[in-house]
């Protein structure tokens, strides 16, 4: 077996397809906006509050209602957020399983809320592949901070060399290398296998 002791995956876009741009057409209509309002703002705000597990899904509604001066049902905002997300990436799910045939320890690092987290976890059934899942919400920090990678190698009491770490942000692929972790950045299945090929992995 190769050197690496995990391999850890991102989720969206590489797991699961993230519909983003028809998502924000429905907001905005649902809010009554210009889509510029809200595209200005993606790294702050109570999106990321709630990411990162410093709000819950009430009171992100109710910012979201008054930020936006507009009611809708916490039921019809959560149904409106899951729009966010598409299909399972079918390609991605076969190399994990390769990956886990070969008996891999495999760990999921995602920057993700729990109604995200919840339909994932009810739409993919790979992710009972991974031995160990670490989530934003619930670890209270973000990629692309450097601390939530220390903190993902500490709990698998690993060295960040032999951890190898793969996304499809370049962001969060170069803070992850800054750490130690070798990296991947995903493109598409097809690269990813040949990536993993490369490295004597696959």
């Not at 959560?78 to 190399?95: K, P, T, V």
């Amino acid at each position: 077996m190769n050197k690496m002791q995990y391999i850890i995956f991102d989720l969206g876009q590489v797991l699961i397809q993230v519909t983003f741009a028809e998502f924000l057409k429905k907001f905005a209509a649902e809010f009554r906006i210009d889509m510029s309002q809200m595209t200005g703002n993606r790294d702050n705000g109570a999106h990321i509050d709630f990411m990162v597990g410093k709000i819950s899904p009430q009171e992100f509604h109710r910012q979201l209602c008054s930020h936006f001066n507009h009611f809708i049902t916490i039921d019809n905002l959560r149904q409106l957020w899951l729009n966010m997300l598409g299909d399972e990436i079918s390609e991605s799910r076969l190399i994990i399983d390769k990956l886990h045939k070969k008996k891999y320890p495999l760990a999921l690092l995602s920057n993700v809320d729990p109604w995200h987290f919840e339909y994932c976890q009810n739409n993919l059934p790979v992710l009972n592949r991974f031995s160990h899942i670490f989530l934003s919400y619930q670890l209270k920090m973000k990629k692309p901070d450097l601390e939530i990678y220390q903190t993902v190698a500490d709990k698998l009491q690993s060295q960040a060399q032999h951890c190898l770490f793969i996304d499809d942000m370049v962001e969060n692929i170069e803070a992850a290398k800054e750490m130690g972790f070798e990296v991947i950045h995903f493109v598409d299945a097809e690269q990813l296998e040949k990536d993993l090929r490369a490295k004597n992995i696959l």
